[in-house]
T-cell receptor
């Protein structure tokens, strides 16, 4: 069974701080997607990384796919209260996505 | 921007009743999926559907579940005899194709409450 573990599970920080969320697996994935989910809503795609070692930037968010395509990280620079939410990584496995355990981020003003 | 839509947003039913959850995928997408998320737990894959047949299904997707694409736009999930443990958010997703790195777009979900 493929599993994706995210760490930390919860993160509370002050506005302006930097943070990194990790997504780790013992399995190799063809690609990995990061989603953000608000309470009571569906996951919204942030980015898809495909190539080992790939780095993608989305404004203050930087995503990296590990060289071996088993892990990924999300780094947020100068976090803002609007970044508050549940961040999910998901690895693709043929016809389905395997979701991570999630990181709940709270950014205080 | 095209989006996946789901109805109803909230469904309350009695244990043992049948429910049908409806989804309208993005119009040019060919692959369709159902996921569920029990409160406080992670999103879990239920089933994928392509070319009018199931591509893959998880252990959760037992004989009580079925999916159908009754027309050119709707994609439905039916639970024949609901159980208390079926209470969850159910998300529909669609993707244009299943190629490397192709993206699945999720609907807003249907909250199913089984009493």
């Amino acid at each position: 069974t493929q599993l994706l573990e995210q760490s930390p599970q919860f993160l509370s920080i002050q506005e302006g701080e930097n943070l990194t969320v990790y997504c780790n697996s013992s399995s190799v994935f063809s690609s990995l997607q990061w989603y953000r989910q608000e309470p009571g809503e569906g996951p919204v795609l942030l980015v898809t990384v495909v190539t080992g070692g790939e780095v993608k930037k989305l404004k203050r968010l930087t995503f990296q796919f590990g060289d071996a395509r088993k892990d990924s990280s999300l780094h947020i620079t100068a976090a803002q209260p609007g970044d508050t939410g549940l961040y999910l990584c998901a690895g693709d496995n043929t016809d389905k996505l395997i979701f991570g355990t999630g990181t709940r981020l709270q950014v205080f003003p | 921007e095209p989006e996946v839509t789901q109805t109803p947003s909230h469904q309350v039913t009695q244990m043992g009743q049948e429910v049908i959850l409806r989804c309208v995928p993005i119009s040019n997408h060919l692959y369709f999926y159902w996921y569920r998320q029990i409160l406080g737990q992670k999103v879990e894959f239920l089933v994928s559907f392509y070319n009018n047949e199931i591509s893959e299904k998880s252990e959760i997707f037992d004989d009580q579940f079925s999916v159908e694409r009754p027309d050119g736009s709707n994609f439905t999930l039916k639970i024949r005899s609901t159980k208390l443990e079926d209470s969850a958010m159910y998300f529909c997703a669609s993707s244009e194709a299943w190629v490397l790195g192709d993206t699945q777009y999720f609907g807003p979900g249907t909250r199913l409450t089984v009493l």
